[in-house]
C-alpha cells in the first residue's frame, strides 16, 4: 500500500469510528467530557454564563459554582488530553476531533469576546479548527457557538475560529449576512426544536437532514426524548449528532445498530 493510500485509509477508519451522538448538557455528568470520551462521543456542550468576570457553566443561575469554569471543565481537560498529560481512551487530535458546543446563557454582545479571550490556550496551540485566508484548517477541536451566540460577531471574525449553530429551518430562506452564504466556514453545525418538526414524516426528516448537507453541514435536532425508538428515527434520517442525556444507552443503540 502507497504512503497516501495508508493515510486515506487511516482517515476513512478514523472517520467511521465516530459514534454520531452528542452529549446534551455535558457539563452534569460526574466527570464532564471525560464520561462521554470514555464512550468514544466526541461532540459535548456546554452552558455558559458571563457573571462576576467569569464563565461559569451551568443549566440556571442557581446551578452556578465559581469553581466549575468554561476552563477548569473543558479548555484545561481538552489541553491535556491533547498534550498527552491526561489519559483518555479517545484522542482528541485532528484525526479525531472534538465538537464543543457552546450555549450562551447571558447577552451574546457581553459574553462573546470573554469566550473568545477564553480559548486563547487552545488558539496558542494551534488546535481550533480556524477560517483564515478564504480556506477551512481543521483543529482538534471545533468550537461552535449556540444559543444568545451573536451570528454578526461570528461572521465578522477574520480569522475565524468561533463557529455558529445555524438554524435547519431557515438555512434556504436567510443569509448568514449581505452577501454571505450558508457554509461550514460559517455554521458547520445547523439545529432545530425537534417539537417544531415532531410531526413530519420520515422522508421529509430526511430531507431536513439532506438539506443542511447540501450545504456541506452537519445536522443536530434537540428537546427530544431519550429513547431508542427517538435515537434510531435520526440516524435513519442521516443526522450527524443525535442529542442524548443517556450516554450509556445510546451508545450501546449505536453500537448494537452498528454491529
Not at 67 to 85: E, H, V
Request: proline share 4%.
Amino acid at each position: 500500500m502507497s504512503k497516501a493510500a495508508a493515510v486515506l485509509a487511516a482517515l476513512s477508519a478514523s472517520a467511521a469510528a465516530v459514534k454520531p451522538i452528542h452529549s446534551h448538557n455535558d457539563y452534569t455528568r460526574e466527570t464532564p467530557l471525560m464520561t462521554a470520551l470514555d464512550l468514544g462521543i466526541v461532540s459535548v456542550e456546554a452552558d455558559i454564563w458571563w457573571r462576576d468576570e467569569k464563565l461559569l457553566v451551568g443549566h440556571t443561575l442557581f446551578d452556578l459554582d465559581d469553581s466549575k469554569t468554561l476552563d477548569s471543565l473543558y479548555i484545561q481537560p481538552i489541553l491535556a488530553i491533547i498534550n498527552g498529560s491526561m489519559e483518555s481512551p479517545t484522542t482528541i487530535s485532528k484525526d479525531s476531533q472534538l465538537q464543543l458546543l457552546i450555549d450562551f446563557k447571558t447577552d451574546g454582545g457581553d459574553t462573546y469576546q470573554p469566550l473568545i479571550d477564553a480559548l486563547e490556550p487552545l488558539r496558542t496551540g494551534g488546535y481550533l479548527t480556524t477560517y483564515t485566508g478564504g480556506a477551512l484548517q481543521q483543529g482538534a477541536v471545533t468550537v461552535v457557538g449556540t444559543g444568545n451566540t451573536p451570528l454578526e460577531s461570528v461572521v465578522a471574525a477574520d480569522p475565524r475560529d468561533f463557529f455558529y449553530d445555524a438554524n435547519i429551518l431557515s438555512l434556504y430562506s436567510t443569509k448568514p449576512a449581505d452577501g454571505q452564504e450558508w457554509g461550514p466556514e460559517i455554521a458547520p453545525l445547523a439545529s432545530c426544536d425537534y417539537s417544531k418538526v415532531s410531526g413530519v414524516g420520515d422522508d421529509q426528516m430526511k430531507e431536513l437532514v439532506q438539506g443542511a448537507h447540501d450545504f456541506n453541514i452537519k445536522t443536530r435536532f434537540w428537546n427530544t426524548d431519550d429513547n431508542t425508538d427517538t435515537w434510531n428515527k435520526f440516524w435513519d434520517a442521516g443526522s450527524d449528532w443525535v442529542n442524548a442525556d443517556d450516554l450509556a444507552g445510546i451508545s450501546e443503540a449505536w453500537d448494537a445498530r452498528s454491529a
